[in-house]
């Protein structure tokens, strides 16, 4: 289903809206197959984001029925749809390990312990 949805979104939606990279990052189902939550990841600001996820709303009918033609299954969801945040929220752990000093300072040595200097004789 997260397979056929990504396809749905990525290739037959031609909403204005769905300017940003759209990915399909997970899809929850009750037991009984009658709900699932769709997990979308937008990039871009969260002006993209909103809108994309507004095109994928208004959409969600257009998709439910291009399900059922083309997944054999007894009973197609209701489908509601998520932004996930997760890609942001590990982007964000990139940028602050990106700005962590690599080179020890002076005060990070341990005592006892030499600093080797480049210019070595």
């Known amino acids: 289903m997260r397979h056929e949805l990504a396809q749905l979104i990525v ?5 204005p809206r769905l300017s940003g990279i759209v990915s399909v990052t997970m899809v929850e189902t009750t037991n009984d197959l009658k709900k699932a939550r ?3 990841s937008v990039m871009g600001s969260p002006q993209v984001q909103e809108a994309a996820m507004r095109g994928i709303t208004s959409a969600s009918g257009y998709m439910r ?5 083309r997944l054999s299954l007894r009973y197609v969801p209701d489908i ?4 996930d945040h997760s890609l942001d ?3 964000h752990m990139y940028q602050i390990l990106d700005g962590l000093a690599l080179d020890p300072s002076p ?4 005592p ?8 070595g004789q």
């Open 112 to 119: 006892g312990s030499e600093r080797v200097s480049g210019g």
């Open 11 to 15: 290739r037959d939606l031609k909403d």
């Open 80 to 83: 509601s749809f998520v932004l």
């Open 38 to 40: 769709v997990s979308v």
């Open 65 to 69: 029925h291009e399900l059922s033609k």
């Open 89 to 91: 929220q590990a982007e």
């Open 107 to 110: 005060s990070d040595v341990l």
